[in-house]
């Protein structure tokens, strides 16, 4: 079984302790891919230090997340985007897109900011993950005004309901589906189960959003194939069916 995280922050302090037993375990859980997004300047280093420890395995992307769009910061942040992007050794720009749920003060920064780097997006022919929290209507209206062929991604954490999903869809983007869809009456499993695995990749956003049964603990890329097994539950198929469909997705998307 081989399966692709395709978001996750391995490079976070969570991981100080045990960052190499978790590459180690998320390989002998047929985890054999984990993609690294970008938060702001103070990742590049340790994401790029596991890109270059890992490599086959751990793949960057370059962006500027939204909580991290701040008036006093944001020149100097999105010039060493555009100068990690300019080594070429990125599979997509990301995390970027809009979160209003923390804070709105900056909102018109993110929104500016997010159009922004879907531009370089295009310009260096590269997908999108886009964070999407309290903020789909927002985000909606930007990929609208921006889409086109040069466009691809993934809604990161898919926050929506199914309607929402098949808007999605048929922009040509992919829905990313991590633990959340393990939570007891999550509204997700309707959306799975509507749309299948046709349209989606999985992704733990370690070490956050951990599945059941280990909700409220560290999340890590060996959980992957929780988050399948629930899918291939809901979509009533294998496993073997699920983890193939998803990461021939993700190998598509991210020209892995």
């Known amino acids: 079984m081989n399966y692709i995280d395709t978001h996750c922050h391995l490079y976070l302090p969570e991981f100080a302790d045990d960052r190499q037993a978790a590459v180690q375990k998320s390989i002998n ?10 938060i702001d300047n103070t990742s ?12 086959g395995i751990c793949f960057p992307m370059a962006g ?3 909580t991290s769009v ?4 944001i020149e100097a942040e999105l010039n060493e985007v555009v100068r990690q992007l300019e080594t070429g050794n990125y599979i ?4 970027i897109g809009i ?4 804070d709105k003060t900056h909102q018109g920064l993110q929104e500016e900011t997010f159009r922004h780097q879907l531009r370089l997006a295009k310009k260096y ?9 309290k903020s789909f209507d927002e985000v909606w209206h930007i990929i609208k005004t921006e889409t086109g062929p040069d466009l691809k991604g993934v809604f990161h954490c898919f926050p929506g309901d199914e309607k929402q999903a098949r808007q999605v869809i048929e922009a040509g983007f992919l829905l990313g589906i991590g633990g959340v869809v393990t939570f007891k009456n999550s509204s997700l499993q309707n959306v799975v189960a509507a749309v299948g695995p046709g349209h989606i990749i999985l992704e733990t956003d370690a070490p956050f959003l951990a599945p059941a049964p280990y909700r409220g603990k560290r999340n890590e890329p060996s959980y992957i194939p929780i988050i399948a097994g629930k899918i291939a539950e809901l979509c009533v198929m294998s ?10 997705n993700a190998k598509r998307l991210f020209k892995l």
């Open 239 to 248: 496993l073997q069916e699920v983890a193939d469909i998803t990461s021939r």
């Open 70 to 73: 701040l008036p006093e910061t």
């Open 92 to 95: 997509a720009v990301g995390e």
């Open 29 to 38: 859980a047929g985890v054999n891919k984990i993609l690294l997004p970008n």
């Open 44 to 55: 590049w280093l340790p994401m790029l230090k596991l890109f270059h420890q890992y490599p």
């Open 125 to 133: 022919k590269l997908p999108v993950a886009i964070h999407v929290r």
């Open 64 to 66: 500027l997340h939204p």
């Open 99 to 102: 979160d209003l749920y923390w």
